[in-house]
Structures are given as structure tokens and as C-alpha cells.
């Protein structure tokens, strides 16, 4: 190139510097043509393959992730659900246990007061019973002290066992009649 400078500032034309010469054009658009029809033919294929397989994975990762979250709203309203039912029963079965309870402890207070009923009523007849033997036991006694003390204040002696005890059994019957006049 600084011969063909040379040569053209003899020759005396005025020569750009900026401005290459012909040939250099033309030698230089041969090769730029050549890696411009490589790229175009190798290398732009190629990227565009890569960059539609990395959109084809987002695109799919995208729906997958849709897909898992649709899955996951499910699960949660699926559980949600069960959960709901699950507080129901457990709802219903605190109401049951509270009923069966109140059953239960109505039956066993209706068992003691029974028991209790009885328990007294065996107690009243036993009672009536030890007041009936202590009455028998009583009157025996009262009769013969009474019988003796007779015997002391009138003088004689009262064995005869049917007359004594006729006088013993008015005497008391006597008693029991005041007593009762009295209340």
C-alpha cells in the first residue's frame, strides 16, 4: 500500500487515506462473504436450536410449575376438607361422649339412690326388728320388776304366771295409751 501511495503522488492525483484502494475492497468482501455464508449455514442454526431447546425447557418448567402448584391448591383444599370433616366427627363425638356421659352418671345416681333405698329400708327393718326384741326383752323385765315391786308393797307373793302376766300386760298397755294420749 505505500507503493501504491507512492505511485499516486507521483502520478499527482490526489489520494484519500480513508479510502481503500479496489482491490483491497474486493479482496476483502470474498472472505467476509465466505464467514458471512458459514455463520448463516453453521452457526446461526445452531444457536437457534440451543435457544429453542432452552425455551422449550422454560416453557415446560413454566407448566410444570403450574401443574405443581394446581396439584398443591388441590392437596391443600383436599386436606382443608378432611380436615374439616375430620373436626365434625370429632365434634360429634364429644357430643356423643357428653350424652353417653350424662346417660351414665343419671343410670349410676339412679343405682345408689336404689342402693340407698335399700340400703335404709334394710336398716329400718332391721331397726324395727331390735325394737321389737327390745320391747319383748322390755316387758319381760318390766313385768318382773313390776311383779316384784308388787309383791313388796301388798305383802303376798304374786306367782301364779297367767295372773302376772295378764296385770303386767294391762299395765303396760295402760302405758303405752298415755303415752300416746300425751303426743
Do not use: C
Amino acid at each position: 500500500m505505500l507503493e501504491a501511495l507512492i505511485i499516486a503522488a507521483e502520478e499527482g492525483e490526489a489520494v484519500n487515506p480513508l479510502i481503500p484502494a479496489w482491490y483491497d475492497i474486493v479482496y476483502s468482501i470474498i472472505p467476509f462473504l465466505l464467514v458471512l455464508f458459514v455463520f448463516w449455514k453453521v452457526v446461526l442454526p445452531r444457536m437457534q436450536a440451543t435457544l429453542d431447546e432452552r425455551s422449550a425447557k422454560i416453557e415446560g418448567g413454566i407448566k410444570q410449575a403450574e401443574s405443581a402448584q394446581a396439584e398443591a391448591k388441590a392437596a391443600l383444599e383436599e386436606y382443608n376438607k378432611l380436615l374439616a370433616e375430620a373436626r365434625a366427627e370429632a365434634s360429634k363425638i364429644r357430643e356423643q361422649a357428653r350424652v353417653d356421659g350424662g346417660a351414665i352418671l343419671a343410670d349410676l345416681k339412679e343405682q345408689a339412690s336404689a342402693e340407698a333405698a335399700r340400703i335404709t329400708a334394710t336398716a329400718q327393718q332391721q331397726i324395727e326388728a331390735e325394737r321389737q326384741a327390745a320391747l319383748v326383752s322390755l316387758r319381760a323385765e318390766v313385768g318382773t320388776l313390776a311383779l316384784d315391786l308388787a309383791s313388796g308393797v301388798i305383802g303376798e307373793s304374786l306367782t301364779d304366771d297367767k295372773k302376772a302376766t295378764a296385770i303386767v300386760d294391762r299395765f303396760l298397755a295402760d302405758l303405752e295409751a298415755s303415752e300416746k294420749a300425751a303426743k
